[in-house]
């Protein structure tokens, strides 16, 4: 069973800096996506940024310019570099790595961010 296991969050005064690790246990095959999402207190699920297995990626309005997502393949990791952390960023971060056959896939357990104003 794969694992994902999340690391990197952390409490952060508004406009620093933190940057999100997910890391799978094993190496995953036919990924069509890995995603970060991430869900505020009572509010949904949203997501945040993707990069496609051509290493396309997108990003929500809310983070473009500010959050950049990366993979090294050969560690079968995915990075979420944040900067200019406002507090509306406070959020439990989650990963997500989605399969060309299983678009639900396999997802982290969760990190914390806080930013302080």
């Known amino acids: 069973q794969v694992q994902l296991v999340e690391s990197g969050g952390g409490l952060v005064q508004a406009g620093g800096s933190l940057r999100l690790s997910c890391a799978a246990s094993?190496?995953?095959?036919?990924?069509?996506?890995m995603k970060w999402y991430r869900q505020a207190p009572g509010k949904q699920r949203e997501l945040v940024a993707a990069i496609t297995s051509g290493g396309s990626t997108n990003y929500a309005d809310s983070v473009r310019g500010r959050f950049t997502i990366s993979r090294d393949n050969a560690k079968n990791t995915v990075y979420l570099q944040m900067n200019s952390l406002k507090p509306e960023d406070t959020a439990v971060y989650y990963c997500n790595v989605a399969l060309v056959l299983y678009e639900y896939g396999y997802w982290g357990q969760g990190t914390q961010v806080t930013v302080s104003s």
């Open positions: 094993e190496r995953i095959f036919s990924i069509s996506a």
